[in-house]
């Protein structure tokens, strides 16, 4: 089993800054990459940034140029630097681990999620 706790959520103004951090912990052999997710009020939930374990990373047209995804592979960690905040940025983030397990054919790519953390970017 793999659990994932979020924490650096909470209340901000437009144009401030958060930090939010993530930690995987469990049956976790193989990561192939983390991520966060966001889900506004009224709203499905979409992908925010992924970080390979390459390295590699993705980010959402709405967040790029705001928003950095840093990780450490060897400890299943990874953190999005959000900047210049806006209110759109509001909702339940979420972080999501990409992983495999030694035995699972073909090591096919299990996923996990936190229970999210809440960003509220008001004035």
């Known amino acids: 089993q793999v659990q994932l706790v979020e924490s650096g959520g909470g209340l901000v103004r437009p144009g401030g800054s958060l930090r939010l951090s993530c930690a995987a912990s469990g049956n976790i052999d193989i990561s192939y990459a983390m991520g966060w997710y966001r889900q506004a009020p009224g709203k499905q939930r979409e992908r925010v940034a992924t970080i390979t374990s390459g390295g590699s990373t993705n980010y959402a047209e709405s967040v790029k140029g705001r928003c950095t995804i840093s990780g450490d592979n060897a400890k299943n960690t990874v953190y999005l630097q959000m900047n210049d905040l806006k209110p759109e940025d509001t909702g339940v983030y979420y972080c999501?681990?990409?992983?495999?397990?030694?035995?699972?054919?073909?090591?096919?790519?299990?996923?996990?999620w936190g229970k999210g953390t809440l960003v509220t970017v008001s004035s």
């Open positions: 999501n681990v990409e992983y495999s397990n030694y035995g699972v054919a073909d090591l096919h790519a299990l996923d996990a």
